[in-house]
């Protein structure tokens, strides 16, 4: 494994001495550099310290592991990879993103999954450990967003106005109760067995990376939320 020291590089400095390392990299010392593997493909980061803002931005086929925390726009417009974060993470987590997955074992923050989207084959997943913030699937055009409220004392471990915009793709919230002031463009239900078997891959993956036990996740239901058939954005998009 290639050792990168952080300390004292811009992001500029730091994004060339990844493309110059080898496949397999441990960034050490890392304090707020922007732009971490922006759009890199073939590589396999552990980072130590906290990644500035888009972490992982256009992101094309590597995996990133980061040990604490991130910051904003993690995985902005990512198209493939996998992006672990052993901490929570900022605002606009998935911002955009068209492919690839985000695990986040704590909270994240406001706009999880802006805009995020799906084509053919690609189809990108956010799965967040414990509670995200307000406006969550803003816009949501495809993909999928699962909320576990993993340590939340929130009947529902979201903020306001959960889906405002949606017309495409799934959120699954595992909750006591669903969010009071869903929007009309949002029909939510009771997660039904088939719509479970949809997620139980990324679960166990989930579970794995965070050495937590699947049974866990059992004891409180799941609650799926799709737009709405009547969804007034939805007759503005042609792929749907």
Known sequence: ??????????????????????????????????????????????????PGNALGCYLNGSSIHVCGNAQDQTGDTMNHGTIVIDGSCGDATGYSMRGGEILVRGNAGYRVGIHMKAYREQKPLIMIGGEAGSFLGEYQAGGTIVVLGLGSERKAPVGNLCGTGMHGGKMFLRCEELPADLPPQVAAAAATPEDLAEIEA??????????????SLTDRPFYVLRPNSSNPYKSLYTFN
């Open 202 to 215: 990324p679960l166990k993956e989930f579970c794995t990376a965070f050495s937590l036990d699947r049974q």
């Open 1 to 50: 494994m290639n050792r990168i020291d952080a300390n004292g590089k811009n992001f500029r400095a730091l994004n060339e001495a990844i493309r110059a390392a080898g496949p397999e990299i441990l960034i050490e010392h890392c304090m707020g550099q922007r732009y971490i593997a922006a759009g890199m493909s073939g590589k396999d980061l552990t980072i130590r310290g906290i």
